[in-house]
């Protein structure tokens, strides 16, 4: 167990729904990743977060996802009007505070767009 | 950019044989390459890591090898057991904790 937890883990539903993912770093921590994950590949760089500000974003995220980390705790990935191509795995992770480059995975929050 | 490739991109074991996963990097500024195992409908865990300013790493049955001038580093898997059977990711970065990771290779261990 990592400390990083995601909610929820599998989430299916139908093209053109909104989808929402929590993510609960280990706590104290003030930088927070997301990365995607498709079938057969590694993880992929989303987004990042030190305290409650979005430092930087990748071109993988569209103007239909938006993510936020309001208290500089949680953090909360949406996806608007989703599409077959959404079809992944959402990971959230912590950085270690002593080391840079160490990083902590929750366990993913699995989305299937029908 | 930095790109990683990973390869091969499945590996066949016999239980108690040696298994080698290869990865390349392409930005000489990269410093820092740990490297994931990954089971089944789970998140990426941490098992090794390396440094730039070391040429190899190991704990217990798995060590890590770096060479800088040929941008390439090195997993290998000594004495295998089934349950190391999963996917494992190489993964390189320079100063930050974004990472890039290679494609993965599915590594399958036979009793």
């Known amino acids: 167990d990592t400390g990083v937890s995601q909610d929820p883990r599998h989430k299916i539903t139908k093209r053109g729904q909104n989808v929402t993912f929590r993510c609960d770093p280990i706590s104290e921590h003030n930088r927070l990743y997301w990365y995607r994950q498709t079938l057969g590949q590694g993880p992929e760089f989303l987004t990042y977060f030190q305290n409650e500000a979005q430092l930087e974003k990748s071109r993988l995220l569209s103007d239909r996802f938006s993510a936020e980390r309001p208290k500089g705790s949680f953090s909360t990935l949406e996806i608007q009007r989703t599409e077959q191509g959404d079809s992944a795995m959402y990971l959230c992770a912590s950085p270690s505070r002593d080391l840079v480059g160490e990083l902590f995975f929750g366990e993913g929050s699995r989305l299937t767009v029908l | 950019g930095e790109n990683v490739e990973q390869h091969p991109s499945t590996l066949s074991v016999q239980e108690g044989d040696s298994a080698v996963i290869k990865c390349t990097y392409s930005?000489?500024?990269?410093?820092?390459f740990p490297w994931y195992k990954q089971e089944l409908g789970k998140g990426p865990q941490l098992i090794i890591d390396?440094?730039?300013?070391?040429g190899e790493k190991k704990d217990q049955r798995i060590a890590v090898t770096l060479n800088k001038t040929a941008k390439h580093f090195s997993l290998h898997i000594t004495e295998t057991q089934p349950e190391d059977s999963a996917v494992y990711f190489c993964?390189?970065?320079?100063?930050?904790?974004?990472?890039?990771f290679g494609t993965g290779t599915r590594l399958q261990v036979f009793p």
């Open positions: 930005d000489s500024a990269s410093n820092y």
């Open positions: 390396i440094r730039s300013n070391v």
């Open positions: 993964a390189a970065s320079s100063d930050t904790d974004k990472l890039i």
